[in-house]
């Protein structure tokens, strides 16, 4: 009698499982390649210019914020 050989069946479905993985991943990649054009539009608003300009104070020197002691 043939033995079972359950490491083929194991790969088996790990690769179907891989499989249905990839598709939905290339479903995801789609959408968001649909969703792409409408971006750049938006980041040329006008809006946008007044941030670049808050930016600046950014550079200046990192705020470190320390917890006060309660004197207990």
Known sequence: MA???YGFEKRQREL???KKQEAKDARKREARAAKV????AMQEAPEAEPASAASGQADAAPRIHRRASTGD
């Open 16 to 18: 179907a499982k891989q």
């Open 3 to 5: 033995k079972i050989n």
């Open 37 to 40: 054009p409408d971006a750049p």
